[in-house]
């Protein structure tokens, strides 16, 4: 008899054997936010993660898809027990990824020059808001703290002037997570081609940063000089921001390019000559922002996506978290996924990005924290004490 595919998946957690990175062993020290995205993005694409979890810690609550895809092994990494666990697993592993304030690994004994020592060619992934470094490196803080200080929060502001968070998105997993998987693969590379390990220093304040090269260049020519909420891409232009629907819904309009912006008059029934001449002229704008407003008010947002859906006018609807899974495009693409299985997942993204040759595919359902302890250890060599 076959066996029931559930109870398979719930029991074990095939290795990964599909994707560009299959192959590759992870160490992921467990932690919170932008560490366990990386650890994802990196299983998602073939690696076998293991992931220490820390005694009586569940993040399922909040973490669950985050920790999808790899097996869990929990360790009381102040003992000498946890210790000598962690430090085979960096003897057999390719990368080390940790999310520890500087200094904590070391004072764990597991810091980048005992771990590079037991394995040179191991990749050590340091994921941190402000880096090892700098007069800020022991501080706390979270996403809303590194995008203040970056310069980019000033940027998202609400009708009051005040500054409003992006979620977490833009810190702890753009600038963070995603630019310490690319450190990662990248140092490996390195590491397979010399035998040369080394430490991948990726601070959420550095890769927000990054992430406003266009800006600075924008600000550098005087494309971004005037106050907050009237420039170009903050919401200042009329064509390059949200309205409100008869039905207390949200347009997004993005028609930056000249034909995009005919196209959104004519689907306003607004066009003429004078506004399409107009469209970079920041005396219009306010104008334009009032007649937009008005035209949008008329009609509800099913309307108006029937209205633009054929005019290629960079025009969409904003769609709720709920609302975006069922969206043709996305369901067409996969880019919302359910788990293996075929339950269906709460938002479960699919893997990213696409791979022709190598596919690779969201992981398990995460793991009850140690559900595979007695086997990591076994695989070690090592057997339980307690």
Known sequence: MAPDPDTVSAQAVPRPGHGPLAGLKVVEIGGIGPGPFAAMLLADLGADVVRVDRPQEDL?????????????????????????????????????????????????????????????RLVYGRMTGWGQSGPYAALAGHDITYLAVSGVLDAFAGDDGRP???LNLLGDFGGGGAMLALG???????????????????????????????????LASGLWSAPRGENLLDGGAPFYRCYRTRDDRWVAVGALEPAFYARLLEGLDLWSPERVAGQLDPQWWPRMHRELEMRFGLRTLAEWTRVFAGLDACVAP??????????????????????????????????????????????????????????????????RTD
Do not use: C
């Open 318 to 383: 904003v769609l709720t978290m709920e609302e975006a899974r069922t969206d043709a495009h996305l369901r067409a693409r996969g880019t919302y996924a359910d788990e293996p299985g075929g339950r269906p997942a709460a938002h479960q993204p699919g893997a990213v990005p696409r791979f022709s040759a190598t596919p690779g595919r969201p992981g398990e359902p995460a793991r009850e924290p140690g559900a595979d302890t007695d086997e990591v250890l076994d695989e070690l060599g090592l057997w």
């Open 60 to 120: 399922r609550g909040t973490h669950a898809v985050l920790l999808r895809g790899r097996r869990s092994v929990v360790l009381d990494l102040k003992s000498a027990d946890g210790l000598r666990a962690v430090m085979e697993l960096v003897g057999r592993s390719d990368v080390l990824v940790e999310g520890f304030r500087p200094g904590v690994a070391e004072r764990l004994g597991f810091g980048p020059d005992e771990a590079l020592r037991r394995n040179p």
């Open 184 to 218: 990662v693969v990248s140092a490996v590379l390195h590491a397979r081609s010399t035998g040369e390990g080394q430490v991948v220093d990726a601070a959420i304040v550095d890769g927000v940063a990054s992430m406003t090269a266009m800006h600075q260049s924008m």
């Open 164 to 166: 409003v968070p992006p």
